[in-house]
């Protein structure tokens, strides 16, 4: 097997070190040979002896000799390009690109699928934490009824932090920024967006369905304050970033919003930047997938993981229907603060502090709930449970 990697930062150089070191390791459980024929960025780097570099991907995705090439410069623009001519080229494609794959995953799965080459996508979910592989392959005897967690580090690391150290969302997200944690664009995690590709991705896949990334409703964090979460803690809660999606008889429910979960729930313990995805399921019922979300070897062993499954006869089958039945999670228990006593609210718990009146509602439909708070100045979050 001779592979190509396209993208030498924290994790594509991550993935050099793992195959360079573990190489005789790994060529003799497999009884093949592994080497990196080429890495390739526009900054120089040293590579190991042998490993030749270069600034043209066309090298890679030209040489009739690469087996495997890995794309790890993100986005969807060139790493499309990429991706789509090493797959017409018959080569198999190992990848970390969340965006690109829940932005035009149907086209490159259509394309793997016409050139008989895989592509394997691991790492674009939860870094290291093995999830798509075993919801996709393990889980295959149940039908997958609902899958939900928290799938952003850098929003979990500022939430802790928030709780932990007594901070406000700006400070937590300056030292989270200074750490390293936090994007180049800073929305892609305060906004929920990078959550929301991920739970596009096992969405798609759990409901064996293509659809529009755009219709997923997300919203980020920069509305949780530390008052709220204050008052979460008060009444038995702890506020996360959650991802979900479900079965519903219309469709498919999935979303992205700041939630209460019990602080009795393994969720809601589930801090710094870790990640943990809980899938149910018909026959298995709960199984739950925790561990580190970020970073180069995290990352970069899901991504070698993929490398070397290509080595496998089988692959994956994406052939799913496209569906535009796709609709925001509304029916919800839901945390309320404002500055009045709420008359006829269906309510669960409720506290006054100061000018604040507290609620946790029992279940009711979003929009019901909104036309009773008309004329009211509040902040709503969801409540798990």
């Not at 592994?34 to 030209?62: A, F, M, R, W």
């Not at 664009?185 to 064996?208: P, R, T």
């Not at 809601?268 to 943990?276: E, F, G, K, L, R």
Request: proline residues 1%; hydrophobic residues 40%; negative net charge.
């Amino acid at each position: 097997m001779k592979i190509g990697i396209i993208g030498l930062g924290t994790v594509g150089f991550g993935v050099v070190e793992i195959l360079t070191e573990q190489k005789e390791r790994l060529e003799k459980q497999f009884q093949t040979e592994i080497s990196i024929k080429y890495g390739c960025s526009l900054e120089e780097v040293t590579l190991p002896k042998g490993v030749i570099y270069t600034q043209d991907y066309h090298d890679i995705i030209n040489d009739s000799e690469i087996d495997v090439v890995v794309e790890l410069i993100g986005g969807t623009t060139i790493a499309k390009t990429i991706i789509l001519d090493a797959l017409n080229k018959g080569k198999h494609v190992v990848t970390a690109n969340k965006a690109l794959i829940a932005h035009d995953g149907q086209e490159i799965f259509e394309t793997a699928k016409k050139n008989n080459a895989k592509i394997y996508y691991e790492a674009s979910v939860g870094g290291g934490i093995p999830v798509v592989v075993p919801a996709k392959e393990d889980l295959i005897a149940n039908e997958i009824e609902k899958i939900e967690g928290i799938l952003n580090g850098t929003t979990n690391f500022i939430l802790t932090l928030m709780e932990t150290d007594n901070l406000d969302f700006d400070e937590a997200l300056t030292i989270a920024d200074g750490l390293g944690y936090v994007e180049a664009d800073a929305s892609l995690d305060l906004d929920g967006i990078d959550a929301a590709h991920k739970i596009q991705i096992l969405a798609m896949n759990a409901f064996e369905k293509f659809f529009d990334y755009q219709k997923i409703k997300a919203t980020g964090i920069r509305n949780v304050t530390k008052k709220d979460m204050d008052y979460a803690k008060q009444l038995g809660y702890r506020i996360k970033l959650i991802a979900q999606a479900k079965k519903l008889d219309q469709g498919i429910g999935i979303d992205v919003s700041p939630t209460l979960i019990s602080i009795k729930d393994m969720v809601a313990n589930v801090n710094q930047a870790y990640n943990v995805v809980e899938i149910t399921c018909n026959y298995l019922e709960n199984v739950i997938f925790y561990g580190k979300g970020a970073g180069r070897y995290v990352t970069a062993s899901a991504v070698v993981s993929d490398i070397i499954k290509t080595l496998k006869e089988d692959m994956w089958n994406h052939d799913y229907q496209y569906t535009d039945d796709i609709y925001p999670i509304t029916y919800s228990k839901y945390y309320i603060r404002c500055e009045h006593e709420l008359d006829n609210l269906d309510y669960e718990m409720y506290f006054s502090q100061k000018k604040d009146h507290v609620y946790i509602t029992n279940h009711i439909e979003l929009v019901d709930l909104q036309k009773q708070l008309q004329g009211e100045d509040y902040t709503l979050f969801k409540v798990r449970g």
